[in-house]
Nanobody, 118 residues
Framework: QVQFVESGGGLVQPGGSLRLSCAASGTSAALVFALQDIGWYRQAPGKQRELVAQISRDRVTEYADSVKGRFTISKDNAAKTMYLQMNSLKSEDTAVYYC????????WGQGTQVTVFS
């Protein structure tokens, strides 16, 4: 079992920055961080959940075109925590952000709300 807890969201003006954290716990959490590709997803109102950034077991990163060059994903295996540094935020980044494996085969957490407003 793995449980994810996302935090770090908030209200920010366009051009601002936020750093999200995803803390994992449970009997399989360490294995997930060590062996699986994991990532950050987001779901905007009225839209489907989308994968925006992922990091492999070997720390190879990939990003959706919409966030490339602005977001940076990282992880700390020992702490079982993943991060998403978000810079140059835009209104279209407004969404609830979640973390999970790339296969999305674990239960979803509550997410953390990011609202970019002017």
């Amino acid at each position: 079992q793995v449980q994810f807890v996302e935090s770090g969201g908030g209200l920010v003006q366009p051009g601002g920055s936020l750093r999200l954290s995803c803390a994992a716990s449970g009997t399989s959490a360490a294995l997930v961080f060590a062996l699986q590709d994991i990532g950050w997803y987001r779901q905007a109102p009225g839209k489907q959940r989308e994968l925006v950034a992922q990091i492999s077991r070997d720390r190879v990163t990939e990003y959706a075109d919409s966030v490339k060059g602005r977001f940076t994903i990282s992880k700390d295996n020992a702490a079982k925590t993943m991060y998403l540094q978000m810079n140059s935020l835009k209104s279209e980044d407004t969404a609830v952000y979640y973390c999970n494996s790339v296969q999305a085969n674990w239960s979803w957490g509550q997410g953390t709300q990011v609202t970019v407003f002017s």
